[in-house]
């Protein structure tokens, strides 16, 4: 019977022509000696379509990884709607959100949460054990496939500790691909790396967005890497809006 609960918002998403639809999004947070709520984001709107890419621009602090979070799923806005793919969000149950989450969505972000002494190919499988339903084999034979199509054939089973940065940024890409996620979310993807590899990496995620129908959210303060986003947005003092010509692509 728990079947059809979880499936449901899944189905809502075929057909949507937006990936993600984002109305009114206000997030608050308690603070410390101080007596009203603070308003982190404020009355926020976006929406991204299959196959676009964005870009969101903003100093230190401006609520950007807040906001990221909420267009993930892992928080939820105190006002306002999340829709994914046609699916709005905000009213489901944390179990059906989660679920959501991880069938959609394919987190990269600057801190790749890579685990220590593992191989390239077990890092990339992980997401696939809390999926359930395949065995070891087949969640290393669906690792290597992702490991090869961001040009780690050859580093199958190479230990963390001996990847280069940007190699472990390519197996914290297959691993946010692995699932074959409709949208992907990347926070400062490029802050570690060297302007060579970065421009490596962000092709990858360009290329993987727009030709295969995904949405990718880009969080990030190269404005140069913004540029080549279909639009752009400024983040500034909680409210999001188009960003001046300057940096519009």
Do not use: C
């Amino acid at each position: 019977m728990s079947a059809a609960p979880e499936s449901a918002p899944l189905a809502a998403s075929i057909g949507a022509k937006a990936a993600i639809e984002v109305a009114g999004v206000t997030k608050r947070f308690k603070v410390k000696r101080r007596r009203e709520p603070l308003t982190v984001i404020e009355d926020v709107s976006i929406t991204v379509r299959r196959g676009e890419t964005a870009a969101i621009v903003g100093l230190s602090g401006a609520g950007k990884s807040t906001l990221l979070n909420i267009l993930g799923l892992l928080e939820v806005p105190d006002a306002g709607t999340v829709a994914l793919f046609g699916q709005e969000t905000t009213t489901l149950p944390e179990r059906m959100r989660a679920h959501l989450r991880g069938e959609t969505i394919g987190f990269v972000f600057q801190q790749l949460n890579l685990l220590s002494g593992r191989t390239a190919r077990q890092q990339v499988a992980a997401p696939l054990l809390y999926a359930g339903g395949r065995a070891l084999r087949q969640r290393y034979e669906l690792a290597d496939a992702a490991l090869r199509r961001v040009g780690l054939g050859e580093r199958l089973t190479a230990t963390t500790s001996s990847l280069s940065g940007g190699e472990q940024q390519r197996v914290a890409i297959a691993r946010a691909l692995i699932r074959d996620p409709r949208l992907i979310l990347a926070d400062e993807p490029t802050g570690a790396l060297d302007p060579k590899t970065a421009r490596q990496v962000m092709d990858l995620l360009f290329e993987t967005a727009q030709e295969d129908g995904r949405g990718l959210i880009l969080v990030t303060h190269d404005h140069v890497l913004a540029r080549r986003a279909d639009h752009v947005y400024l983040l500034d003092g909680g409210r999001l809006s188009p960003a001046g010509d300057d940096l519009q692509p």
